[in-house]
């Protein structure tokens, strides 16, 4: 029965115009999908993602333990978690790579499969409530091809699966309409599926079962609809915090290494590099801004270079990912007519729909002052926002910015009523057709994103990763300028091309790392010694990445590189250029040096 209400005509149709027009705005992605990936300028930690696939499938082919990392940050190695920390797409990431042997392909499915079904939950979130195909599948349209949406699809893997909240809000809806033991499973199924996607985003989907928990004892009236007596209601908020019960059970895999590094965290000291204790300062810094969520996206061909002259500002913020929070001006007007229907009708006709639009409307407002920096300071008056107080509790979340995609949501459901009231008001199935087609097409222009594509061509690397992988022997590389911040992503992804062990990827608080911190100049006396003690054969230079910067001394260090008599300049490998015009590529990465260590080896331990 409920596979005949998902999969019907409706819901294929909703379907194909999702993946139509997916395939347009992730152009061309969708052509190219074991060869390209979604990608923009600002951020790395994709290549780790795909590096950690790579190594999925290097474990199943040479059938070794995945936990035992051996490949990277030489010798001291990197143990990954046994237990995941989300399980849902590590596990989906190992079966995919597993069964095609292409991390890339893996990759893509993953990302694209989101972007899917973020739609598709938020089109049955709509009709649930509305009836109405044509207002389900634009508001389907407007979450799923927001902005926010796809600058995560570039950059953060994590910070993608969204899918999940629209989801949430229809267990919450549906419990309320159909209080029984299977619907407060079904709930508790969809928070815990958000656990073991991602902690941020099951947090905001905890967050929302709270808010309406808080709206059903405060506003919630027996109507002529849902005639929700005092039991009723008990009963529903009972249902609810078992749901909330039952999901923390089922997600205590998920949950135990959050909970012991948040117990853990607050003897340590707060850093950007501490997963479970983030600095307090960067709650301002992450916060929402009132110009971010009304003004285009940076990367909007047309508006962008306007929104970017507020770029780094007080009124829109500094980060091209964390404050893109645009939401459209379409659906903004659809929305705000949704309140006035409602504002208008809800005291006359008191409906279970009056009652979730009334809802919707105070989850505006509540994720609207969520998204805010801890306090506002007006004066001497300090008022505190709510992210003050919970990251109290919570500390390892510091983006509060990202709370706007629960408002992205919102006001995504509320234009999906706003454009069903409209649609009411003509008979002519065709007219309705012409209309919702109308504005779904200025949605998309509002949240257009190309040219120049987003995406990156990873089907070729540099040729000397080439030369390195067709060395038959077994030995270890280190590449340079040397990853003892953080770990360099890009020379971790080179090594699912050349497959020799590195001493890059360390950890800060790692005795990979505090080792990491001794042979930072490779100039330096005894590094190439220390190097060769560790295995080390060759060292690649990145002449680009020493010169490109303005520090004198990265520079001055570049220089000293060439003389250091414990290493030996054995090939140069000249800049390479992308092959396709508009996209970026791997390959890309300016001269590198290759050195032979011919220093006699220091012992580590000495």
Wanted: aromatic share 20%; hydrophobic share 50%.
């Amino acid at each position: 029965m409920i596979l005949k209400k998902i999969f019907n005509p409706r819901s294929l149709s909703a379907f194909l115009v999702f993946f139509a027009a997916g395939s347009v705005f992730t152009y061309p992605l969708l052509f190219r999908f074991k060869t390209f990936v979604p990608y923009f300028f600002s951020s790395d930690e994709i290549f780790g993602i795909i590096r950690q696939f790579w190594w999925y499938k290097l474990c199943f082919l040479k059938h070794i333990a995945y936990t035992a990392d051996y490949m990277m940050a030489v010798p001291f190695g990197f143990t990954h978690a046994k237990i995941f920390v989300w399980p849902l797409w590590e596990v989906a990431g190992r079966f995919l790579t597993i069964t095609f042997l292409n991390e890339i392909l893996a990759y893509n499915i993953v990302i694209y499969t989101s972007f899917i079904l973020s739609a598709l939950f938020t089109y049955y979130l709509v009709y649930y409530l509305t009836k109405n195909q044509l207002s389900s599948i634009f508001s389907g349209l407007i979450f799923a091809f927001c902005p926010y949406y796809f600058v995560r699809s570039w950059q953060h893997f994590g910070l993608v699966q969204i899918q999940w909240l629209p989801l949430c809000l229809l267990a919450i809806f549906r419990l309320r309409n159909k209080q029984g033991i299977a619907s407060c499973i079904f709930l508790a199924l969809v928070l815990s599926l958000g656990v073991a996607t991602d902690y941020q985003y099951s947090f905001f989907m905890y967050i929302m079962t709270m808010f309406f928990i808080f709206f059903v004892l405060l506003f919630d009236r027996a109507d002529s609809d849902s005639h929700l007596s005092k039991n009723s209601k008990r009963r529903l908020i009972g249902f609810l915090f078992l749901a909330i019960f039952l999901s923390f059970i089922i997600s205590i895999p998920a949950m135990y290494p959050m909970l012991k590094g948040i117990f853990g965290a607050h003897s340590a000291q707060a850093s950007a590099y501490n997963p479970y204790l983030r600095p307090f300062d960067d709650l301002f810094a992450q916060s929402a801004r009132p110009l971010s969520y009304f003004l285009p996206a940076v990367v909007h061909p047309l508006f962008g270079d306007f929104t970017g002259q507020f770029l780094g500002s007080q009124l829109y913020g500094e980060s091209v990912t964390e404050h893109t929070l645009y939401l459209g001006w379409i659906p903004l007007i659809l929305a705000f007519f949704a309140f006035l229907r409602w504002k208008k009708t809800r005291k006359t006709q008191k409906t279970g729909e009056n009652f979730f639009l009334g809802f919707l409307i105070f989850l505006v407002v509540a994720s609207w002052f969520y998204s805010q920096p801890p306090w506002w300071q007006i004066g001497p008056l300090k008022i505190y926002m709510p992210s003050f107080f919970t990251y109290k509790i919570v500390p390892m979340f510091r983006a509060y910015c990202r709370f706007g995609i629960v408002l992205m949501l919102v006001i995504a459901v509320l234009a999906g009523f706003g454009l069903r009231f409209i649609l009411e008001r003509f008979r002519n199935n065709l007219i309705k057709a012409v209309l919702t087609t109308i504005l779904c097409g200025l949605v998309l222009f509002e949240f257009w994103n190309w040219p120049p594509y987003k995406v990156l061509d990873v089907s070729k690397a540099p040729a000397v990763y080439y030369w390195l992988k067709a060395k038959p022997e077994d030995f270890v590389i280190a590449e340079y300028p040397l990853d003892h911040i953080t770990p360099n992503e890009m020379y971790k992804f080179y090594q699912t091309v050349h497959e020799k062990r590195i001493i890059n990827g360390s950890f800060p608080g790692t005795p990979a790392n505090d080792f990491a911190q001794k042979i930072i100049k490779l100039s330096g006396f005894g590094t190439a010694g220390l190097l060769k003690g560790l295995g080390v054969d060759y060292v690649l230079v990145h002449k680009e990445k020493y010169l490109s910067t303005d520090l004198i001394d990265d520079k001055e260090e570049f220089a000293k590189i060439s003389v250091n008599k414990g290493l030996k300049l054995i090939k140069s490998f000249p800049q390479e250029e992308c092959p396709r015009n508009g996209v970026s590529c791997v390959r890309s990465a300016g001269q590198i040096d290759v050195y032979e260590i011919t220093a006699d080896a220091i012992d580590p331990k000495l």
